[in-house]
């Protein structure tokens, strides 16, 4: 298995809402990321987990709040978010420490905030 | 913020031709990587020079790299309309990848 599966696909939530997005990989990779990018923009980095643990916030609102049950998982737990939150959310993987091998992207969710 | 630059912002060429893109950056990197984006879909790693390599082929893609410049190149030769995509530069500093702005490429048939 050599993917990244992320659910859903698409997601509209409105204001008080709260959800989940989450993130799959047997790839046995050891560093998790989530990005999200805006239309026409390039992605940007919010949170870098390495082997489970939380090692890089990009100084993220805490409405975003980031979990990794396990080495396969990382969610991206979704509260009170705000209509310029609208955007895709991309989680990637990659062999820890650095991605030598380069990063493994899913298909991303794009969430709509109404 | 954006480590890279890139250049064009977006690129038209015909089928058969060669795109070349380019890419500039400002910090000390690991490695280099380029990676594909069809609209609206998630990214697709191409290809990665390590900071030590100049050159780097893979299929109908070159890339070279020059770190006294801070720069970094990506070649399409033979192109298709399979490859109108987004393509973007990122710069791996350990563990943070960071993209560039991206050049649009439309490969028309």
């Known amino acids: 298995d050599t993917e990244v599966t992320q659910t859903p696909k698409h997601l509209v939530m409105g204001m008080t809402n709260k959800k989940s997005l989450k993130c799959e990989q047997h790839?046995?990779?050891?560093?998790m990321y989530w990005y999200k990018q805006k239309a026409k923009k390039p992605p940007e980095l919010m949170f870098v987990?390495?082997?489970?643990?939380?090692?890089i916030n990009e100084s993220v609102p805490s409405r975003f709040s980031p979990e990794c049950p396990n080495s396969s998982l990382l969610n991206l737990h979704l509260h009170a978010l705000q209509p310029e939150d609208s955007a895709l959310y991309l989680c990637?993987?990659?062999?820890?420490?650095?991605?030598?091998?380069?990063?493994?992207f899913g298909s991303g969710t794009r969430l709509t905030v109404v | 913020s954006q480590q890279g630059e890139e250049d064009p912002q977006a690129l038209s060429i015909q089928e058969g031709e060669n795109a070349t893109m380019n890419c500039s950056y400002k910090?000390?990197?690991?490695?280099l990587q380029w990676y594909r984006q069809n609209s609206g879909r998630g990214l697709v790693h191409l290809i990665l020079?390590?900071?030590?390599?100049r050159e780097k082929h893979s299929g109908r893609l070159r890339v070279t790299l020059d770190t006294s410049k801070k720069s970094s190149s990506l070649l399409i030769t033979a192109s298709r309309a399979a490859d109108t995509a987004s393509y973007f530069c990122?710069?791996?500093?350990?563990?943070?990848?960071?993209f560039g702005e991206g050049t649009q490429l439309t490969v028309n048939p």
């Open positions: 990122a710069t791996d500093e350990g563990s943070r990848l960071t």
């Open positions: 990637a993987s990659s062999e820890a420490p650095s991605g030598n091998n380069g990063y493994t």
């Open positions: 987990y390495s082997y489970e643990k939380l090692s």
């Open positions: 020079i390590r900071s030590n390599e």
């Open positions: 790839m046995g990779h050891r560093a």
């Open positions: 910090t000390s990197i690991n490695n």
